[in-house]
């Protein structure tokens, strides 16, 4: 990353860090904060639907926008709005607001992927993109893990509640704050598309996008794995209870799985290069669909815990190459649509799916869903390995 051609990718992932960070502190907050005003399991459950359906209606418009603004000025929208909200949030204590900040939240939070993915996708040299899209997965993934352990710790704790989730929305506005300065230091970076490429791009149909070559089986493969990682963080409890682990150790093999992601997202580079990028990401498909299905018979806290590692090694693979695959894909003024269809797809799974394990874990218990999983990510291996090879990827 030391390329001087590549100046733009540090400054970048330290914002990416920040403002996943930012976002992941206020997302249980918004719990806490809606429980603090009397809200009941379903409406907890409407507000988490509104952050993840409310970014859907403008998903397709975004990538217009990232296309034909650029990737800095949405960066920035993105990050502002984390700012504001953290402020909001720290003042609101009607349910109905509390949801209306949170679609707000959803849309901010869709405004900085889509612009940060389609900035890795439009300066990084094709020979780059895999691992660069490692490093941008790995920095999210890192802002994932770290947002929340802050701020349940700036929080504290009063019994089942935080003792004051208000400081953790502040600080959640600190580090949005703090995102900013590195988007100040992209000023230095030329735009690398010519104005007429822009303007095309605030022109391009999604169809159009869809109906390129590889297109729809990257979308497929992405909303599978990002549906799975998902439904794992949801099922693991359950699975627990239901084969005598305790939380804690629940917690921990959580955290493992998160781990072992970033550890692949980081030397995706290393793997590609040796392997070639669709015979990584089929094998990596197919491997974890095993290990999915074989996590059923995990009894144990260790065997679990060695299912779950090896399975999100595997699986933080998947979504880094088809973002990749997807930007490799499209002409310039096409990237930015054809990443916000990615989310797009991607926030759909991540909305069906988990309500299809909760139907599956009722009647047949938490493990059943591990079949789910596997089947689901097993079709996403299928398909990719019957469209994708290394001189089509």
């Known amino acids: 990353m030391g390329d001087r051609t590549q100046r ?33 399991g379903y409406e907890i459950g409407l507000i988490a639907a509104v952050y993840a359906l409310v970014p859907l209606l403008v998903a397709v418009p975004m990538g217009r926008w990232v296309g ?3 990737e800095r000025p949405l960066l920035f929208a993105g990050c502002l709005s984390f700012i504001f909200l953290g402020i909001a949030f720290a003042f609101l204590n009607d349910i109905v607001a509390i949801a209306a900040a949170t679609a707000i939240a959803g849309i901010a939070h869709l405004s900085n992927v889509a ?16 691992q660069n899209f490692g490093y941008f997965s790995f920095s999210t993934s890192l802002g994932h893990s770290v947002g929340p352990a802050l701020g349940g710790v700036i929080a504290g704790s009063a019994g089942v509640l935080p003792r004051s989730s208000t400081s953790a929305f502040i600080f959640a506005s600190i580090l949005a704050l703090l995102a900013l300065v590195p988007i100040f230091l992209f000023r230095g970076v030329k735009e690398v598309r010519t104005q007429q490429e822009r303007d095309a791009a605030g022109l391009i149909r999604a169809r159009d996008v869809l109906s390129r070559p590889g297109i729809k089986p990257a979308i497929w493969t992405s909303l599978s794995v990002a549906a799975a990682n998902d439904v794992l963080v949801v099922i693991l409890p359950l699975v627990g209870t239901e084969k005598g682990i ?30 070639g990028s669709a015979r990584t990401m089929n094998y990596s498909i197919f491997f974890s669909a095993l290990f999915l299905l074989v996590s059923i018979y995990a009894n144990s806290s260790i065997a679990l815990g060695l299912s779950m590692a090896i399975v999100g090694f595997l699986l933080g693979i998947g979504q880094p190459l088809t973002m990749s695959i ?8 096409e990237r930015a649509m054809a990443i916000s269809i990615r989310l797009f797809g991607n926030r759909m799974g991540q909305f069906l799916v988990p309500l299809a394990a909760g139907a599956l874990a009722s009647p047949f218990g938490a493990s059943s869903v591990f079949i789910g999983l596997g089947v689901l990510v097993a079709s996403a291996g299928v398909v990719s390995a019957a469209t994708l090879d ?4």
Do not use: C, H
């Not at 612009?115 to 895999?130: F, T």
């Not at 997807?326 to 003024?333: E, F, G, I």
């Open 8 to 40: 733009w990718l540090w400054p970048l992932l330290i914002n990416v860090s920040l403002a996943q960070a930012s976002i992941y502190v206020m997302r249980p907050m918004i719990t806490y904060r809606a429980l603090e005003n009397g809200a009941s």
């Open 68 to 70: 034909k603004i650029g």
């Open 115 to 130: 612009a940060s993915q389609a900035m890795v996708a439009n300066r990084s040299p094709m020979n780059l993109q895999d």
């Open 246 to 275: 305790s939380p804690v150790v629940i917690g921990a093999i959580l955290s493992i799985r998160s781990a072992t992601a970033m550890i692949s997202r980081f030397l995706l580079g290393r793997l590609t290069k040796s392997f």
């Open 326 to 333: 997807v930007s490799r894909k499209t002409p310039a003024q």
């Open 390 to 393: 290394d001189k089509t990827a």
